[in-house]
């Protein structure tokens, strides 16, 4: 499965953006999936994660201000980010893994590209 990321950009603390992340494929709904951030000179880290279900699994940075969803009809992953902190800024990396993906990193995963945001204090 290949992954597009989309929707990262320059916000002021307290704004919101939406992060989207298309699949190729027929089989989207097979996946789960996930967001994973990396901030410079740092590890990329967990997020956020959407099983088969629609059940969902935050870090706890981000929980209670960030919203996963997806569109099955759209093959489609989406990151609701609100209340934006300036430590939130990161490239923000979708990834996809057949019925269930783990927290940590894993070599296993399909990874799209990054994508940028940027939250100035």
């Known amino acids: 499965v290949q992954l597009q990321a989309s929707g990262g950009g320059l916000v002021q603390a307290g704004g919101s953006l939406r992060l989207s992340c298309v699949a190729s494929?027929?089989?989207?709904?097979?996946?789960?999936m996930g967001w994973f951030r990396q901030a410079p000179g740092k590890e990329r880290k967990f997020v956020a994660r959407?099983?088969?279900?629609?059940?969902?699994t935050y870090a706890d940075s981000v929980r209670g201000r960030f919203t996963i969803s997806r569109d099955n009809a759209k093959n489609t992953v989406y990151l609701q980010m609100t209340s934006l902190k300036p430590e939130d800024s990161a490239d923000y990396y979708c990834?996809?893994?057949?019925?269930?993906?783990?927290?940590?990193?894993?070599?296993?995963?399909?990874w799209g590209q990054g994508t940028l945001v940027t939250v100035s204090s």
């Open positions: 494929g027929r089989t989207f709904s097979l996946y789960a």
């Open positions: 959407i099983d088969l279900s629609g059940g969902s």
């Open positions: 990834a996809a893994r057949p019925f269930s993906l783990p927290l940590g990193e894993d070599d296993r995963n399909y």
